[in-house]
């Protein structure tokens, strides 16, 4: 259930990444989309993945788009990667990884989400 809820905010995060306009300013503690012609990672955003996935192990992580920035007390980033288990003949998968930035320049990974995209295609068979 958890899987289906977090694979259902995300496609509507890409969706509304379609949809939505920047707004000029952010409001604190509130998610901003990027506009969706353009949503590679910003410098801020590359800098805070490559800081947060110094000491990762156990699989590459290549990001793929900035989903949404929250400022906070720092910044908190949701990012799409393609994501590839170290081991032989493993199969890239796409994950979402929250990273949380603090104004010191530390990052670290709040959470990582495996997406299922099979749920889309057979939802019945998901529950």
Do not use: R
Request: aromatic share 8%.
């Amino acid at each position: 259930m958890k899987k289906l809820i977090v694979s259902m905010m995300t496609m509507l995060l890409i969706l509304a990444l379609c949809m939505t306009t920047v707004s000029a300013e952010q409001l604190m503690g509130g998610w901003e989309i990027p506009a969706a012609e353009a949503n590679p990672l910003t410098e801020e955003a590359q800098a805070a993945f490559d800081k947060a996935m110094e000491k990762l192990v156990g699989a590459d992580y290549t990001p793929v788009a900035l989903l949404a920035t929250q400022l906070v007390a720092g910044t908190n980033y949701c990012i799409l990667c393609q994501t590839t288990p170290v081991v032989p003949n493993a199969k890239p998968h796409w994950t979402l990884v929250y990273i949380y930035a603090d104004l010191q320049g530390n990052a670290e990974i709040m959470n990582v989400y495996d997406l299922d995209i099979t749920l889309y295609a057979y939802p019945e068979e998901a529950e």
